[in-house]
């Protein structure tokens, strides 16, 4: 970080994280640590832990954790800078002038160029839809019936009929290269130069989490195809990770205990206007793994409000089987047919949206429903297919109790022989695989499963994290060669390099230098939270430990390539110098 030396130090040192925390949260002492609710996902039994001594906060449930910085990132929804300022400010460090003295990396630089850039280009659309530029817009969103207030909360705005208009606006302050960067322009094929992606629409800027515009969604306004068209991935805008609306529904979700999954933007907004706030949208893109991940973070319920046409239902159907999979209990708003949420809130208000919302049925219910009334079950062969319709979402249910649970509706609705149905659940059990799991799971990309934590590994994470006195030594002889194939490879790797720099190792400083790795930086959290074990090995030894379980397992590797193949000099001897290796440990 760019502020002079020491002033981060100082600010950590001086801001108490347990006071901090619990001017939002309400927390309990509870041994060595305090514990509460946790503020960034919807819980009953407190899962949220914070320590002092080192001063870090972790909840079990989300995942969410790291230093006082990093809660008031999260809880302020403001940047490193922000946080460490208005902290210094609170607990009486002198700030120090930052004119010129953040200097962020080029990745962080690029990041922060789109952002500016993405702003200016809002800022810009939305001129135009007041203006005499967005009449065709105006009219087509007021002639919507939607208030004014709404339609500049969501920032909405419009593109012009030009191919030049946000091009010439922005010209001044971003280069071609940076538009371009932005999916704001495309090259002009064959020729030099660009021109504007959006034009003769409505946008609608989709924003990140923290509130910050990192695409847009743009309908048409002239019948041209697409319908609506959407911002490329950019430095800051991942589809499968992003939806529509997350920012302002944060707050009512924490209170409602739910989120409302849509499909449209205008869904969205027209349930803002109603003050019915806890909804969002994915933005034109099938629900994924990802989305399922980043909704989890805020809530344990998501109930889906998709269309009534064939494909929304099919959609409802997939986003179950993704939200199923992240463990989230769903639920399916039914409206009467021909309503969407934006046909249904503009004719029946929010109380009556919030009664149907809920009374939704479990999503499991309404799929029994729609697969009796789809395959008419009076036949045995519509009796198979309606079972054959369920089995693989019900597979999906983690808990067998609650799996267990449906079978009595499934035989009643579809008149169905108990004993045959358990017997077919059973074998579809057995031939599930992780296969057909990531095929619903849709564009994500399949997640290798993480290695568990080893207990040497654990132990000394832990005792890095509270900066223990042989930690150094363990350090000076630890290699990547040790840790490269370990969970905890990251945060091992930043250790040593901090180790290298002469800076001494405890959670803090772990924390900061894993700052842009989530994955690492909750599980330096996660470890640091929990107080050191009283009994320990040495902090060397648990890097013998490690070095002994790596070179074992290459050995079992070079073993069974031994056993393959035929002899191979180099193979042999690389086992017997890892054999020496061993024996020397
Ligand atoms: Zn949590």
Redesign the pocket.
Known sequence: MAFPDGFVEEVRRAADIVRVISEHVPLKKMGTSWKGL?P??Q?KTP??NVRSEPAVFH?F??G?GGDVFKFVMLHERVSFPEAAESLARRFGVAVPERQGRFEPGPDRKEREETLALMEAAAEHFARNLWTAPGTRAREYLLGRGFKKETLERIRAGAARDAWDDLLGALRGRFSPKALLAAGLVLERQGKDGHYDRFRNRATFPILNESGKVVAFGARSLDGSEPKYLNSPETAVYQKSRTLYGLSWAREATRHAGRIVLMEGYLDVARALEAGVEEVVATCGTALTAGHGRLLHRFTERVVLNFDQDEAGQKAARKSFEVLLDEGLRVQVVELPPGHDPDTYLKAEGAEAYRTRLDEAPEAMEWLIRRAAEETKPQTPAGKAAFLNALLPTLVRIESAVERAAWIPRIVERGGLDEAATRQELRRALQTRGPVSVREIAGSAPPTAPRPPLLTAERLLLAMLAHGAEDADEALGEISETDFASLRSAPVLRAAKGLYLRGVKVVAAELSAAVEDDEESRRLVSEIAVEALPEKLPSALDCVRELRHQTLRKRLAELQKKLDAGPADDQLLKEKNEIRREIASL
Do not use: M, Q, V
Request: net charge negative; hydrophobic share 20%; proline share 0%.
């Open positions: 946790c960034f996902h819980e899962s949220f909840c449930g989300c969410e």
